[in-house]
């Protein structure tokens, strides 16, 4: 996220693509990144910490489910409960 990008905008719509994670973290059908969940949760707390109004928020980037069901499951249930804690929903 561009310094002071956050802070121009009023409205924000997050959506987070896991093929931006790890493998161990998420496992896509893309070429994945170098990002840890903590990583992830760090961003989120920034763009919910900036005062933007977040619109909504999407996890998307799942593979077949048979190939990775268990570690995306864990990945999308930690990242939203983080998000549900952060926004006290």
């Known amino acids: 996220i561009p310094e002071g990008w956050l802070e121009s905008r009023r409205n924000v719509y997050v959506s ?5 994670m790890l493998p161990q973290y998420a496992v896509t059908g893309w ?3 170098t990002y840890t969940r903590e990583d992830v949760k760090r961003m989120l707390g920034r763009v919910f910490a900036s005062g933007a109004n977040v619109l909504a928020v999407d996890i998307c980037g799942e593979c077949a489910p048979d190939a ?4 995306n499951l864990e990945t999308n249930i930690e990242l939203l409960n983080h998000i549900i804690n952060t926004l006290d929903v």
Do not use: E, S, W
């Not at 987070?16 to 931006?20: A, E, G, N, R």
């Not at 990775?68 to 570690?71: D, I, S």
């Open 31 to 33: 070429t994945q990144g």
């Open 16 to 20: 987070l693509d896991k093929d931006m």
């Open 68 to 71: 990775c069901q268990a570690v």
